[in-house]
């Protein structure tokens, strides 16, 4: 039905960068929010940052101000650029997609992007 892909993980030493994408495909006639969650080894999963088709995003207290999420909805594609990546910034990272289907709206999720900060 619907597709979620992402990509952009890695190895990146602290103080480093990444910018991680997620597209969706499939039957979509539109996506409402996105976002990014995390889960790292022995821990819940956790919301890192989420966006609205018209832009508004909200960050997780532990990423605010190192982490920006942004969209291209011609592209169904939402990315989260990390800057200043620290060693608890590892996990693997899963978006997330509330998707319009014409009939409805379901929740997809993709399969993760693992992370890994270390030097």
């Known amino acids: 039905q619907v597709q979620l892909v992402e990509s952009g993980g890695g190895l990146v030493q602290p103080g480093g960068s990444l910018r991680l994408s997620c597209v969706a495909s499939?039957?979509?006639?539109?996506?409402?929010?996105m976002g990014w969650y995390r889960q790292a080894p022995g821990k819940e999963r956790e919301l890192v940052a989420a966006i609205t088709s018209g832009g508004n995003a909200n960050y997780a207290d532990s990423v605010k101000g190192r982490f920006t999420i942004f969209r291209e909805n011609a592209k169904n594609t939402v990315y989260l650029q990390m800057n200043s990546l620290k060693p608890e910034d590892t996990a693997v990272y899963y978006c997330n997609a509330d998707v319009s289907l014409g009939y409805g709206t379901s929740r997809f999720g993709g399969q993760g992007t693992q992370v890994m900060v270390s030097s």
């Open positions: 499939g039957s979509i006639f539109s996506i409402n929010a």
